[in-house]
Nanobody
Framework: QVQLVESGGGVVQTGDSLRLSCVSS????????MGWFRQAPGKEREFVAG????????TYADSVKDRFTISRDNSVNTIYLQMDSLKPEDTAVYYC?????????????????WGQGTQVTVSS
């Protein structure tokens, strides 16, 4: 079983920055790919960013490209999402996801393990 625990959410103003973290633990096959998704009230969960095992391969949703940066530190089983220039439309619950495939997917079905989420609220 894999446990994913997100942290770092909060309430910020437009233009501010936040860094989310996700720590993985438990007995599991190597989680080669990890990603971030988000879900706003009344909307479907959507892809934000994904990263492969080495960090050499990353992929982003168009809506966050050039503002968000995904990274990972395998020595502490943690991935990060640095969010800059936040906008009110970034308000959502942010979920960490992991899977044992080799390349990061962009759909929820690409990930087999999920965290409980952390709330990010951006006020205007």
């Amino acid at each position: 079983q894999v446990q994913l625990v997100e942290s770092g959410g909060g309430v910020v103003q437009t233009g501010d920055s936040l860094r989310l973290s996700c720590v993985s633990s438990g007995r599991y096959p190597t989680m080669y790919v990890m990603g971030w998704f988000r879900q706003a009230p009344g909307k479907e969960r959507e892809f934000v960013a994904g990263i492969n095992w080495t960090g050499a391969m990353t992929t982003y949703a168009d809506s966050v490209k050039d503002r968000f940066t995904i990274s990972r530190d395998n020595s502490v089983n943690t991935i990060y999402l640095q969010m800059d220039s936040l906008k009110p439309e970034d308000t959502a619950v942010y979920y960490c996801a992991a899977d044992s495939r080799l390349q990061p997917g962009r759909t929820t079905s690409s990930y087999g393990f999920w965290g409980q989420g952390t709330q990010v609220t951006v006020s205007s």
